[in-house]
């Protein structure tokens, strides 16, 4: 059977990882020349990293009867993807809190914190200690922090402290993209070591760095003329799956 983003059926070659700016060269086709509104990319990836959670942590293996998970949101893209993330992890049934100690003046961005906020999705006004983050029993933490764009050696308070925290846990974290500290291409860092990557749309050049037990590519809904010109060669997803763990 043929791959819906690989018509001929033939074996796909190596699957490519993006630099910043092949990134943002994706993206900004995807907005200008196929009409993709951002709120709307922002729900298409919110969603498919709420089902890649799903899979890493999935209910029946989780500890608690009340899942928890804590969102990290950032200022931009990748904080409000976190915000659909946490609103799609509680229509699935797990128990999100979220942290967002900058809330992005961005019209779109506040529909998310709104949708969230009328879901009953708490917020906190302060990131729990290491110890406590622990002992309050979250069973995973969302690095929805920076995203492919950030420059990790601009990165300021309170995100320099929220990461040094991360850093100290050993619950299990999920980062967005690309995990927060981290160069999107180099990938030196002295950031988090995610256990979970969601690579959106495809993976960027930092992903051959990751280590961690998972990584999954959310990249299905990509039009096939954009994935063959930029060259992605993704892999096959199964079913009706929207990601796929490499």
Same mark, same amino acid.
């Given at each position: 059977?043929?791959? =819906? /983003?690989? =018509?001929?059926?033939?074996?796909?070659?190596?699957?490519?990882?993006? &630099?910043?700016?092949?990134?943002?060269?994706?993206?900004?086709?995807?907005?200008?020349?196929?009409?993709?509104?951002?709120?709307?990319?922002?729900?298409?990836?919110?969603?498919?990293?709420?089902?890649?959670?799903?899979?890493?942590?999935?209910?029946? !293996? #989780?500890?608690?009867?009340?899942?928890?998970?804590?969102?990290?949101? /950032?200022?931009?893209?990748?904080?409000?993807?976190?915000?659909?993330?946490?609103?799609?992890?509680?229509?699935?049934?797990?128990?999100?809190?979220?942290?967002?100690?900058?809330? &992005?003046?961005?019209?779109? %961005?506040?529909?998310?914190? !709104?949708?969230?906020?009328?879901?009953?999705?708490?917020?906190?006004? %302060?990131?729990? !200690?290491?110890?406590?983050?622990? @002992?309050?029993?979250? @069973?995973?933490?969302?690095?929805?922090?920076?995203?492919?764009?950030?420059? =990790?050696?601009?990165?300021?308070?309170?995100?320099?402290?929220?990461?040094? !925290? #991360?850093?100290?846990?050993?619950?299990?974290?999920? &980062?967005?993209?690309?995990?927060?500290?981290?160069?999107?291409?180099?990938?030196?860092?002295?950031?988090?070591?995610?256990?979970?990557?969601?690579?959106?749309?495809?993976?960027?050049?930092?992903?051959?760095?990751?280590?961690?037990?998972?990584?999954?590519?959310?990249?299905?809904?990509?039009? %096939?003329?954009?994935?063959?010109?930029?060259?992605?060669? #993704?892999?096959? %997803?199964? /079913?009706?799956?929207?990601?796929? &763990?490499?």
């Amino acid at each position: 059977m043929s791959c =819906p /983003g690989n =018509p001929s059926g033939e074996p796909l070659a190596q699957l490519r990882y993006l &630099s910043r700016e092949e990134a943002e060269a994706l993206e900004k086709e995807l907005l200008e020349d196929y009409r993709f509104g951002r709120q709307q990319l922002i729900e298409i990836w919110g969603h498919a990293c709420a089902l890649a959670v799903t899979k890493a942590f999935p209910l029946a !293996t #989780l500890p608690r009867k009340q899942p928890t998970v804590l969102v990290v949101c /950032g200022p931009e893209k990748n904080g409000a993807i976190g915000l659909v993330c946490a609103r799609h992890l509680r229509v699935f049934e797990y128990e999100p809190t979220i942290f967002y100690p900058k809330r &992005s003046p961005t019209p779109e %961005y506040q529909d998310f914190t !709104t949708q969230c906020e009328k879901m009953d999705i708490p917020f906190l006004s %302060y990131l729990p !200690t290491e110890v406590q983050l622990i @002992n309050d029993a979250y @069973n995973v933490v969302i690095d929805a922090i920076l995203g492919a764009d950030a420059e =990790p050696g601009e990165m300021k308070e309170p995100y320099t402290g929220i990461l040094a !925290t #991360l850093k100290q846990i050993r619950i299990p974290i999920v &980062s967005l993209d690309v995990p927060s500290g981290w160069d999107a291409e180099s990938g030196s860092s002295e950031g988090i070591s995610p256990d979970v990557l969601v690579s959106l749309a495809a993976p960027k050049l930092c992903a051959a760095r990751f280590l961690g037990r998972h990584h999954f590519v959310a990249g299905r809904f990509l039009p %096939y003329d954009v994935q063959k010109k930029f060259e992605l060669n #993704l892999p096959e %997803y199964p /079913g009706t799956e929207c990601v796929v &763990s490499l």
